[in-house]
């Protein structure tokens, strides 16, 4: 924003001589005298009175003043409005969520970051995991939660936050006496599974495949709460990760062998983000997931 000429304006008037003027505004006494002209011509009038001993201001120049001031001001207000919003744009941290687990692991580490770090705003756009993936990558989003089947799948800079076992889960009343691997006569089972198109889905065909089982499926549902109620109401088995798998359900959890997992990982654009407040939020995350797993099915 140039605002030149109301500068040159504004320090002839308080000073009220042209040559005590340029010098403090670091220029020749002639180009300031060349602007005042160049003023006075363009707007048909004068802006000050030549006395022997100073310049006094005209009606014309006292207005002319006026305006300049609310314009240097104007100027001042805008570019403070511009830092403060570069300084909230770093605060801000636009981040992917892409499951309701990791939603819970990321409501739990904010609690305790706002604690230290009452500045930092939170963003968060949840999504699947191909999508936010992808505007992690185009810079769209500063950090993502992720749950994966496959803790590599992150391009890029990323933590492990957990490493999850995933259980089948049977109603306890039907549940054989020892059974001990979740793959054991899977085929005798209807089973309730996540959609579709889901990395959870995904997760558990790979499982069936290993078994060599084509599932009788009841249920398609992401919902794990609801597909605990339907296990729970004896309408089939299902897949359920440890951190939702708890005692007192009415379900049988058994480990499969080998076992198998999925990980909740934190994405990250490193370049985007400050060292000091990302070190003490990974360590949140972490120590959130590892109370997390403590308290488990087992």
């Not at 191909?130 to 992720?146: S, T």
Request: hydrophobic share 40%.
């Amino acid at each position: 924003m140039n605002t030149k000429a109301e500068s040159y304006f504004m320090e002839i008037a308080k000073q009220k001589s042209i040559s005590k003027a340029a010098e403090h505004l670091f220029v020749s006494q002639s180009t300031l005298s060349q602007f005042l002209l160049n003023l006075e011509k363009e707007l048909g009038v004068l802006m000050f009175e030549r006395g022997k001993q100073e310049l006094v201001l005209t009606p014309a120049g006292a207005i002319y003043l006026e305006g300049a001031k609310e314009i240097l001001h104007i100027k001042e207000q805008v570019y403070l409005k511009i830092q403060d919003s570069r300084i909230s744009e770093r605060n801000k941290w636009r981040i992917g969520i892409t499951s309701r687990e990791i939603l819970n692991l990321f409501l739990e580490g904010a609690r305790r970051f706002r604690d230290i770090r009452p500045d930092i705003v939170f963003d968060i756009i949840e999504g699947n995991v191909r999508p936010v993936l992808k505007m992690l990558e185009a810079g769209d989003i500063k950090m993502a939660m992720l749950t994966l089947t496959d803790q590599y799948d992150v391009n890029g800079h990323w933590e492990l936050l957990m490493k999850e076992e995933i259980l089948k889960a049977i109603p306890k009343r039907t549940a054989s006496q020892g059974e001990s691997d979740g793959r054991k006569d899977l085929s005798g089972y209807k089973l309730i599974l996540a959609k579709q198109g889901t990395a959870f889905r995904a997760l558990e065909d790979a499982i069936l495949v290993q078994a060599g089982v084509t599932p009788k499926i009841a249920f398609e549902i992401n919902n794990i709460e609801a597909v605990k109620e339907l296990v729970s109401d004896g309408l089939g088995c299902s897949f359920i990760p440890a951190s939702m798998a708890h005692t007192q359900d009415s379900i049988e959890y058994i480990s499969i062998d080998p076992p198998v997992y999925r990980y909740h990982v934190l994405g990250f654009n490193e370049e985007k983000l400050q060292k000091e407040p990302l070190d003490a939020w990974i360590s949140i995350l972490k120590d959130a997931a590892d109370k997390s797993s403590d308290r488990h099915w087992k």
